[in-house]
């Protein structure tokens, strides 16, 4: 029996999987791609409630310096956006982005570290700060710190002056989801790959890791039975130590 929302999107996935399967002649890997892509946007339209405005859109993400971003597999957006001429792409300003999601049909070390460079990418060029719910940071760093907020950073550790800037930053940017169907088949796999992104050696420039903190990393890493969750207050709140300045900002389940 299907009890939560969660539970039902699980068994879609599966139904629509087997479709897939029905297809898995066929090896070119673009094509496999885009049937990944369009299954992780039919389930994001599925999820979302017809009242807001939302829908769900493929393509790049704009800010007001004309930038673009990468290729966006599955974007969660408001508003009206421009679409490519003759094409099912979108460009959409961030300011209307409200969830970022990168599919990979299997994910491991490297389409992990690619994903990642992407969100890192979107945090580092296209980001722009916005009106935002006052609570949304206030709940946050309180739930985080233990303490209550202010906008004066003068008393606060360096450490915890971070914490304030990277929650500001969470508050403004979109949802980052990456989504594997196939992939990691343990938690502790899927953890340790996130240990070896962000422990990159800072003397290889290959990889996106000399770039990366808190903020510029998923807010969720789904795949199979596996997941990241960022511990941002937002809603899951991780533990900052004043007495070692460590914040658990990244949990798994």
């Not at 990468?70 to 094409?87: A, F, K, N, S, W």
């Amino acid at each position: 029996m299907i009890k939560t929302f969660g539970e039902l999107l699980e068994n879609l996935v599966l139904a629509e999987k087997s479709k897939l399967a029905e297809f898995s002649l066929i090896k070119h890997p673009g094509l496999i791609g885009d049937m990944y892509e369009g299954l992780a946007r039919h389930l994001a339209e599925r999820a979302l409630t017809p009242t807001a405005d939302l829908r769900v859109a493929k393509g790049k993400i704009t800010n007001s310096k004309g930038e673009m971003s990468r290729q966006i597999d599955c974007m969660i957006v408001q508003g009206e956006g421009r679409q490519l001429p003759y094409t099912d792409h979108w460009i959409y300003d961030v300011q209307n982005v409200l969830a970022v999601i990168e599919v990979k049909k299997s994910l491991y070390g490297a389409d992990l570290r690619d994903a990642i460079s992407l969100m890192a990418d979107l945090r580092d060029r296209i980001y722009e700060p916005h009106e935002m719910p006052d609570t949304l940071l206030r709940d946050a760093w309180t739930s985080i710190t233990g303490l209550p907020f202010s906008d004066d950073l003068s008393a606060l550790s360096l450490q915890q002056q971070h914490i304030h800037h990277t929650l500001v930053l969470e508050a403004n940017l979109p949802l980052r989801i990456i989504l594997g169907f196939e992939g990691f088949v343990s938690e502790r796999g899927l953890r340790d790959a996130l240990v070896e992104v962000v422990s990159f050696q800072d003397g290889d420039t290959t990889g996106p890791s000399m770039r990366l903190s808190p903020g510029s990393l998923p807010s969720l890493v789904l795949c199979r039975s596996a997941t990241l969750i960022k511990l941002n207050g937002m809603p899951y709140p991780g533990t900052f130590s004043a007495s070692s300045g460590a914040w658990g900002f990244f949990g798994s389940r």
